[in-house]
């Protein structure tokens, strides 16, 4: 199994950022390793097929509204900035 999205971010660090969102939760799933999960929003699948850019930043803007840009640098950076913006 690879590590990283299509876009070459680490799945571990992904899910250690999603974690650290209020409210989401991350589940292992059958198909796709990790799962996040938010309530009232569609289940977002994190795997090595996943582009980050594409499938899971617009999930976490829809999560918690900070704005796509800072998403996906936060993402490759593997922090979340201090000052990330909500729309």
């Known amino acids: 199994m690879a590590n990283k999205t299509r876009d070459g971010i680490k799945l571990t660090q992904i899910i250690q950022m999603l974690t650290k ?3 989401v939760e991350i589940r292992k799933g ?3 390793p990790y799962i996040a999960m938010y ?3 569609r289940p977002c699948p994190v795997a090595a097929s996943t582009d980050a ?26 922090k979340w900035y201090k ?3 909500k729309k």
């Open 21 to 23: 969102l209020s409210g």
């Open 39 to 41: 309530n009232g929003l």
């Open 83 to 85: 000052r990330i913006e």
């Open 53 to 78: 850019k594409t499938m899971i930043v617009p999930w976490i803007e829809q999560a918690s509204g900070y704005e796509r840009n800072n998403i996906y640098s936060s993402l490759k950076s593997g």
């Open 30 to 32: 059958k198909k796709h």
